[in-house]
């Protein structure tokens, strides 16, 4: 039995011919280009006839006429961020897309800062917005602007030179979640430290503030291990009354909810002989019995740091800035 032919390639000839048009008003047209003036009918023309045949516009021929490509480039996660970074990761990429750039999630899994760099610049993308797992450093910002980066931006406390810094300072959360159980009259308060891999990039900044918190009122902070699971948790409960805490400051909110149910288990009330706070102000927290205080993250808009991105590769001659990107603030509830 014979094979059937295979169907040709629509072009942008096929489309011009089509809609009655140049190809270069295809062009136009199909890259969205704001600087050429063109009707809507003749736009709507030109959209009409690419969806009949089929026609998408070549991504790599269009970065090799104009030098680069319409893609930003973000470095998939590695670790478990929950729901309220994911929400702002996802907030990003729609608000990116509506600017009409293509998001491609790397996956940077076992390189460095700058072996990862050098993997990104062979894709050629407009801008990287590096979310703080991999630290770049400035030969790597350098390799990814001679490669076509316009827009470099790094997540993290320290500055990188030639990038541009979204600076989502962790301590805040530990300070203001310490700060709280001071408040409600706790001296002696723990840490919890997540066993999961990865997690030590919030955990430790989160740890040095409550640090800080405590030393300014004398209180004492003991770092405690804890891992996400049931088992774990029934381990830590079991020995609570032994490491004489009256408070912890659980790094998230799923990690409190999952202490507080065993330390509940365990017959150690809560607040009365323990109280515990979390952070990132999910609802199921509010569901509780009781409910669960915590530290309410607000971190700016997706669409905020989408407009930055674009503002970059629209400029990308001004000096390196630096942006922050979250406040904190303790929300009293029931289990304080």
């Given at each position: 039995?014979?094979?059937?032919?295979?169907?040709?390639?629509?072009?942008?000839?096929?489309?011009?011919?089509?809609?009655?048009?140049?190809?270069?008003?295809?062009?136009?047209?199909?890259?969205?280009?704001?600087?050429?003036?063109?009707?809507?009918?003749?736009?709507?023309?030109?959209?009409?006839?690419?969806?009949?045949l089929g026609y998408v516009p070549?991504?790599?021929?269009?970065?090799?006429?104009s030098g680069h490509t319409r893609?930003?480039?973000?470095?998939?996660?590695?670790?478990?961020?929950?729901?309220?970074?994911?929400?702002?990761?996802?907030?990003?990429?729609?608000?990116?897309?509506?600017?009409?750039?293509?998001?491609?999630?790397?996956?940077?899994?076992?390189?460095?800062?700058?072996?990862?760099?050098?993997?990104?610049?062979?894709?050629?993308?407009?801008?990287?917005?590096?979310?703080?797992?991999?630290?770049?450093?400035?030969?790597?910002?350098?390799?990814?602007?001679?490669?076509?980066?316009?827009?470099?931006?790094?997540?993290?406390?320290?500055?990188?030179?030639?990038?541009?810094?979204?600076?989502?300072?962790?301590?805040?959360?530990?300070?203001?979640?310490?700060?709280?159980?001071?408040?409600?009259?706790?001296?002696?308060?723990?840490?919890?430290?997540?066993?999961?891999?990865?997690?030590?990039?919030?955990?430790?900044?989160?740890?040095?503030?409550?640090?800080?918190?405590?030393?300014?009122?004398?209180?004492?902070?003991?770092?405690?291990?804890?891992?996400?699971?049931?088992?774990?948790?029934?381990?830590?409960?079991?020995?609570?009354?032994?490491?004489?805490?009256?408070?912890?400051?659980?790094?998230?909110?799923?990690?409190?909810?999952?202490?507080?149910?065993?330390?509940?288990?365990?017959?150690?009330?809560?607040?009365?002989?323990?109280?515990?706070?979390?952070?990132?102000?999910?609802?199921?927290?509010?569901?509780?019995?009781?409910?669960?205080?915590?530290?309410?993250?607000?971190?700016?808009?997706?669409?905020?740091?989408?407009?930055?991105?674009?503002?970059?590769?629209?400029?990308?001659?001004?000096?390196?800035?630096?942006?922050?990107?979250?406040?904190?603030?303790?929300?009293?509830?029931?289990?304080?």
């Amino acid at each position: 039995m014979s094979q059937p032919p295979e169907r040709a390639v629509p072009t942008s000839t096929d489309v011009a011919r089509r809609a009655g048009v140049s190809r270069a008003t295809v062009s136009y047209v199909l890259n969205n280009a704001a600087a050429v003036r063109i009707s809507e009918p003749t736009r709507r023309k030109v959209r009409e006839a690419a969806d009949e045949l089929g026609y998408v516009p070549h991504a790599g021929a269009r970065s090799l006429r104009s030098g680069h490509t319409r893609m930003v480039l973000l470095p998939s996660a590695h670790i478990p961020v929950g729901p309220l970074y994911s929400g702002f990761f996802n907030d990003l990429q729609w608000a990116l897309r509506r600017l009409d750039y293509t998001v491609v999630q790397y996956g940077s899994l076992g390189l460095d800062g700058d072996g990862a760099a050098r993997a990104w610049a062979e894709l050629r993308p407009v801008a990287v917005v590096s979310l703080g797992e991999i630290s770049l450093t400035p030969h790597g910002v350098n390799v990814l602007k001679r490669s076509g980066a316009k827009a470099v931006i790094t997540l993290g406390p320290q500055r990188v030179a030639g990038a541009h810094a979204l600076v989502m300072d962790q301590r805040e959360i530990g300070c203001g979640a310490v700060s709280h159980l001071i408040e409600r009259g706790r001296r002696r308060i723990g840490v919890v430290m997540p066993e999961e891999p990865g997690l030590g990039f919030f955990s430790q900044p989160r740890l040095a503030g409550a640090r800080t918190s405590a030393a300014a009122s004398g209180a004492h902070v003991e770092p405690v291990p804890l891992a996400y699971t049931e088992r774990s948790a029934a381990a830590l409960a079991g020995r609570w009354r032994a490491l004489g805490l009256d408070g912890v400051y659980a790094y998230n909110d799923e990690y409190a909810m999952l202490l507080m149910r065993a330390l509940q288990d365990e017959g150690i009330d809560v607040p009365g002989e323990t109280s515990v706070i979390g952070a990132d102000d999910l609802l199921l927290g509010r569901l509780l019995r009781p409910r669960l205080s915590t530290v309410r993250v607000d971190l700016v808009t997706g669409q905020r740091l989408a407009e930055l991105v674009d503002r970059v590769v629209r400029d990308p001659g001004g000096e390196p800035e630096r942006h922050d990107l979250m406040g904190a603030r303790a929300v009293a509830r029931e289990s304080s």
